[in-house]
């Protein structure tokens, strides 16, 4: 018996574009037999439409685009996208399963492990650092933790293991790869929570910084569901490889089915960046294929300086916790042109 699926992401004016155009032509090339799947793209936000351009290229991959105004309530937080375009597409799109990604994707094999068994409703993969998660009641953080734990009405404790660093930490799943069985509610759930927790103004030590991820992440705990996890080669941190534990390392790209690229085609530099990390045959169809596609879009316009200033930013937000306020990334904004 076949079972419908369906692909879900957000596509906004800019950069988004090229990011899922590049994803849906993986999808369409490379994912075998789910090539055909339907993906169904949203603009969830008030605001100027994507190019006539994009336009035209998704509905030659047969990407159904709609620019909804979905998310209003929180229109500048624009990570908010995620929980109010999946709960909307669970109540809107006739499938078994829906599959959401974040637009920094693309795929090199069949994600067969999209096609969830019958007594999994979730699958999702550990976060691939810390962050703002939390080792347990000792951590800085797990007051915040707590705070969620308390107000979604978590009774059970979950761990995972962090592909960075194989550190045990209170369950928190990356929100940019989400497989869930649509009659679960999962994804509803997800936004009925996540609008509870932004209405209390409950938020990490850093701000609003994942507030969308830790409340999927407490949403699952909450709701006791048997989390299954994707292999360490769907949605591979591509940027992290060096950072990753051996456990959590690929060899080469031949075992990666999709990648997670971040912010790393976004720059000039970006074929010295893949050059650094030692999985590519130069010569394969598929590294050839990708970076085509990377020129083909325009994505790497943006040059190694603004790298440098978001790094910096990092550094001001953690600095923050101690009450140092301090704004070197604003100054060099203000004085550099990049």
């Not at 998660?133 to 969620?148: M, V």
């Not at 790869?177 to 009659?183: A, D, S, T």
């Not at 701000?207 to 360490?232: C, D, K, R, W």
């Not at 190694?304 to 916790?321: D, G, M, P, S, T």
């Amino acid at each position: 018996m076949s079972i419908s699926i369906a692909f879900i992401v957000c596509t906004e004016p800019g950069r988004l574009e090229g990011q899922s155009l590049l994803l849906a032509e993986s999808i369409r090339k490379f994912c075998g037999n789910l090539k055909d799947t339907p993906i169904y793209s949203f603009h969830p936000r008030i605001g100027e439409p994507i190019s006539i351009k994009t336009r035209k290229e998704f509905d030659v991959l047969e990407v159904i685009h709609q620019q909804i105004p979905i998310n209003t309530k929180f229109s500048d937080y624009y990570l908010a996208n995620k929980p109010l375009v999946c709960a909307y597409a669970e109540q809107k799109i006739d499938a078994e399963i829906l599959v959401f990604l974040d637009s920094d994707k693309c795929f090199f094999a069949t994600p067969e492990e999209f096609l969830l068994p019958l007594n999994c409703n979730v699958r999702v993969r550990p976060e691939y650092g810390k962050g703002i998660g939390s080792t347990g009641s000792q951590d800085f953080q797990d007051e915040y933790w707590k705070k969620l734990y308390n107000i979604l009405d978590v009774k059970h404790e979950i761990f995972v293991n962090t592909p960075i660093g194989n550190s045990k930490i209170r369950g928190y799943w990356n929100s940019g790869l989400i497989g869930v069985r649509r009659n679960a509610g999962i994804f509803q759930a997800w936004k009925d929570n996540f609008e509870k927790v932004m209405y209390l103004k409950v938020a990490p030590p850093q701000g609003n910084y994942f507030v969308e991820q830790s409340v999927l992440s407490a949403t699952l705990a909450s709701m006791e569901e048997n989390i299954s996890h994707f292999s360490p080669f769907y949605s591979y941190p591509l940027p992290l490889h060096n950072r990753l534990s051996k456990e959590f390392k690929i060899n080469s790209i031949e075992q990666i089915v999709s990648i997670h690229y971040f912010n790393m085609f976004f720059y000039t530099d970006w074929q010295r960046q893949l050059e650094r990390i030692n999985i590519f045959d130069e010569f394969s169809e598929k590294f050839q294929w990708l970076c085509e596609g990377i020129a083909r879009h325009n994505m790497g316009d943006k040059s190694a300086f603004h790298r440098h200033v978001l790094n910096i930013r990092k550094i001001e937000a953690k600095l923050h916790k101690f009450n140092l306020n301090i704004k070197l990334s604003h100054w060099l904004e203000n004085n550099f042109k990049y």
